[in-house]
Each structure stands twice: as structure tokens, then as C-alpha cells.
């Protein structure tokens, strides 16, 4: 079936540094993928809506300058978290389509977990 | 406009009883469903979907699913619990044939009891 690895699935960075978490679709092609954040005991709450080749679209009250997504192949989408506070800390995840027509689904990644100190 | 409630917040069962994990959605046009399983620490997994074919739908670990039209629910059910299905479960609605934009319910937390 479809995998979708996202690495890493940890990170302790300390405030004001960037840190990048990439997502990729190991046997299909994902035109669009998407990433979300998690919250401790609550749902995931949708960031952004990636594109191979244009800009993502994020949801409102999502920053765009300081949750940096790019999807440059159709295998790959990166978020990248630049000066990261204490707050950002949150399991981020990615997810991306599968299939075509009536058989597709949601592959999700497994997660990253990033703590700032 | 779609939407998902997810009637209990926790449930708890023994080990060998079924599981009943309640889902009630809205959606201004036909949906897909989807029930996702999420271990601590970990990405969702997909457990089972429905996209406009049987309205029973089988999934993994022995889970299945009804969809409702006419009580637009999509209860997820379990003859018999296990301890590893402990896990937050969710359930997922998004419009049929969409690319994208799944609407999450807030989870249900599966405990199960020796």
C-alpha cells in the first residue's frame, strides 16, 4: 500500500533556530499533500495544503513566513518551522492523497514531535 | 458545508466485548468517511473508507463501519476488543471526490481492560 515517510520524527531545537521536517511519498506520486498540527489530547487541526510547483495554501490564522512549506517533486514536501518559539513546540504530521478516481485514500505520515527549549 | 462529531470523547470496554465508536457527520454533498487509528506518538492509520460503494465497509483488524444516509452516521464497531486496539480514533469526512480539505472529528480514546 501507499507509505509516506516523514523524518524526523523527533527534534529538540533551542528558540529563535529553524528546523525542517520533510515529508515523502515513498511509491506514488503526490501532487498534493498536506500538513497538520496536533495539539496534546485534541484532533489534528489542518496548517496548509501543499502544491508540487506552486505556493501552498494555509488555512486562516496559519503564519506563512514562519511555516515554510515547499513541494518541489512529486515525491517530497518540506515544512520548515524558522524561528521557533516555545509555542511551536506540537507533533506536526503530514498526509498525502492516494489513488485516483473512486479508489483513493489519505496516507499519513508518522509524525514529528518537535520540543523547543 | 461538512462536519463531524464524534459522540464520546473516551470509551472503555474488556478485552473479548465489541467496541462501538459513535460518528455523526454533515456534509451539503455526498461524502467520503474514513476512520483513522492513532497509537501515541504516531501517524493516523487508516482503518477503513467509504466512498459511495457498499454501504457496509470492512476494514483492518477485524473493524467495520456502516454508513447511514438516512441517520447520517458511521458507527465503527468491533466484534471483539483487543488490547492493542487501545489508541484515539478518529473519524474523517470530506467531501466525495475531493482533493483534499478532510474535516476530523475530535477523536474517541479506546481504552480496554484486562
Known amino acids: 500500500g501507499a507509505v509516506v515517510s516523514q523524518h524526523p520524527s523527533w527534534v529538540i531545537c533551542k528558540s529563535g533556530t529553524s528546523v525542517k521536517i520533510e515529508c515523502r511519498s515513498l511509491d506514488f506520486q503526490a501532487t498534493t499533500m498536506f500538513w497538520y498540527r496536533q495539539f496534546p489530547k485534541q484532533s489534528l487541526m489542518l496548517m496548509a495544503t501543499s502544491n508540487e510547483g506552486s505556493k501552498a495554501t494555509y488555512e486562516q490564522g496559519v503564519e506563512k513566513d514562519k511555516f515554510l512549506i515547499n513541494h518541489a517533486s512529486l515525491t517530497l514536501s518540506t515544512l520548515t518551522v524558522t524561528s521557533a518559539h516555545p509555542e511551536d513546540s506540537s507533533f506536526y504530521i503530514c498526509s498525502a492523497r492516494d489513488g485516483t478516481g473512486t479508489n483513493y485514500g489519505y496516507t499519513f505520515g508518522s509524525g514529528t514531535r518537535l520540543t523547543v527549549v | ?114
Open chain 2, 1 to 114: 458545508a461538512q462536519s463531524v462529531t464524534q459522540l464520546d470523547s473516551h470509551v472503555s470496554v474488556s478485552e473479548g466485548t465489541p467496541v462501538l465508536l459513535r460518528c455523526n457527520y454533515s456534509s451539503s454533498y455526498s461524502p467520503s468517511l474514513f476512520w483513522y487509528v492513532q497509537h501515541p506518538n504516531k501517524g493516523l492509520q487508516l482503518l477503513l473508507k467509504y466512498t459511495s460503494a457498499a454501504t457496509l465497509v470492512k476494514g483492518i483488524n477485524g473493524f467495520e463501519a456502516e454508513f447511514k444516509k438516512s441517520e447520517t452516521s458511521f458507527h465503527l464497531t468491533k466484534p471483539s476488543a483487543h488490547m492493542s486496539d487501545a489508541a484515539e480514533y478518529f473519524c474523517v469526512v470530506t467531501p466525495w471526490g475531493s482533493q483534499g480539505n478532510l474535516i476530523f472529528g475530535k477523536g474517541t480514546k479506546l481504552s480496554v481492560k484486562p
